[in-house]
């Protein structure tokens, strides 16, 4: 399992590709080939895996649902609403238009490490959850 930690200020150029940060780069096992997986995320940014990762954790998942509705609901869900991502030669994958439309077609992200997969955040965006971050933080009770 991958440790992404930290957060970078990233900019997209002109056909919204984003270069990977290189210590988030090398975490991924080569294996993989390159690909990764974006969807949306819960709040408003977009979750980026490394293919195995999307394996292990979210295919895994689905499929230890149990049979029903919901179970075809959250598959259709993320098959909708999820695309597979190539890693050019230089680090770079091309965001497509419409995951960037959902976080307001920024020009410049914040590629945020959370463990086993990275979100994309619109910069002012990640400014604002990471002040509601650090208040529960301080005010939870939650402690590791």
């Known amino acids: ?7 970078f200020e990233c900019a997209l150029d002109s056909k919204g590709r984003l270069m990977i940060p290189a210590k988030f780069r090398h975490l991924v096992p080569e294996g993989t ?3 990764y997986v974006i969807t ?6 977009l979750n980026l895996y ?7 954790v979210v295919v895994a998942r689905l499929h230890e649902l149990p ?6 609901q959250f598959i259709r869900f ?8 190539n890693l050019d030669k230089t680090g770079r994958i091309a965001v497509p238009p419409g995951f960037l439309e959902l976080i307001g077609n920024p020009k410049r992200v914040v590629v945020v490490g959370v463990l086993n997969y990275m979100e994309i955040w619109a910069p002012e965006d990640y400014e604002k959850i990471g002040r509601e ?4 933080f301080r005010n939870g009770n939650l402690e590791i």
């Open 1 to 7: 399992m991958q440790n992404f930690l930290g957060d």
């Open 33 to 35: 080939g390159g690909l």
């Open 40 to 45: 949306r995320g819960k709040e408003n940014c």
């Open 50 to 56: 490394p293919l195995n990762e999307w394996n292990e």
């Open 67 to 72: 049979p029903g509705p919901e179970k075809r």
């Open 78 to 85: 993320f098959s909708r609403q999820s695309r597979t991502l």
């Open 133 to 136: 971050g650090d208040d529960a």
